[in-house]
T-cell receptor, first 115, second 112 residues
Framework: NAGVTQTPKFQVLKTGQSMTLQCAQDMNHEYMSWYRQDPGMGLRLIHYSVGAGITDQGEVPNGYNVSRSTTEDFPLRLLSAAPSQTSVYFC??????????????FGPGTRLTVL | DAKTTQPPSMDCAEGRAANLPCNHSTISGNEYVYWYRQIHSQGPQYIIHGLKNNETNEMASLIITEDRKSSTLILPHATLRDTAVYYCIVTGTGAGSYQLTFGKGTKLSVIP
């Protein structure tokens, strides 16, 4: 299994540009999410999905869109990039929700710089 | 989810046991304690979790006090590769439990 994969690894955007960060998992996990991590900070949840066709907002959703058309993929779209979105973005997936089977698997991250 | 408190940093000599404490005094009966770590610039890595019994796996041991208000993650023989930020997270059941709340964690430095 490849686990959770993310592309690209690095990206530089200009203010106002849009782009999509890709995330895929091959573990047949129902639950996927996106986090961002700013320098010296913990991770903050952007959006999450509990299954194909179902998404919801996390702590910091503004400026981002998501969709979940398949179990495997969970892309994150930046609508109009701003310097405040410069961060490292992590995608995660989990077999289950709640209780004793909630261990999450994280991808390697996408490092985004917005100029 | 209950809030957790961890020391901001700790040092450990290579080869010694690293004991990382976590306080979660407001934990409720159906909430689990999860530990993750993040090695520099990498994605967080799941380590171990427990409800009320002590747990052990190939990476670490988790000791939860009888009143469940605190726990300790034990790395039995720390190596330089264990240098990382360690996060203690309390999560329950239901929809909200999927949203992990990462605090600032404990930065563990393993010293040669």
């Amino acid at each position: 299994n490849a686990g959770v994969t993310q592309t690209p690894k690095f990206q530089v955007l200009k203010t106002g540009q849009s782009m999509t960060l890709q995330c895929a998992q091959d573990m047949n996990h129902e639950y996927m999410s996106w986090y961002r991590q700013d320098p010296g900070m913990g991770l903050r949840l952007i959006h999450y999905s509990v299954g194909a066709g179902i998404t919801d907002q996390g702590e910091v959703p503004n400026g981002y869109n998501v969709s979940r058309s398949t179990t495997e993929d969970f892309p994150l779209r930046l609508l109009s990039a701003a310097p405040s979105q410069t961060s490292v973005y992590f995608c995660a997936s989990s077999y289950s929700i709640g209780g004793g089977r909630n261990e999450q698997f994280f991808g390697p991250g996408t490092r985004l710089t917005v100029l | 989810d209950a809030k957790t408190t961890q020391p901001p940093s700790m040092d450990c000599a290579e080869g010694r046991a690293a004991n990382l404490p976590c306080n979660h005094s407001t934990i409720s009966g159906n909430e689990y304690v999860y530990w993750y770590r993040q090695i520099h610039s990498q994605g967080p890595q799941y380590i171990i979790h427990g409800l009320k019994n002590n747990e052990t796996n190939e990476m670490a041991s988790l000791i939860i006090t009888e009143d469940r208000k605190s726990s300790t993650l034990i790395l039995p023989h720390a190596t330089l590769r264990d240098t990382a930020v360690y996060y203690c997270i309390v999560t329950g059941t239901g929809a909200g439990s999927y949203q992990l709340t990462f605090g600032k964690g404990t930065k563990l430095s393993v010293i040669p």
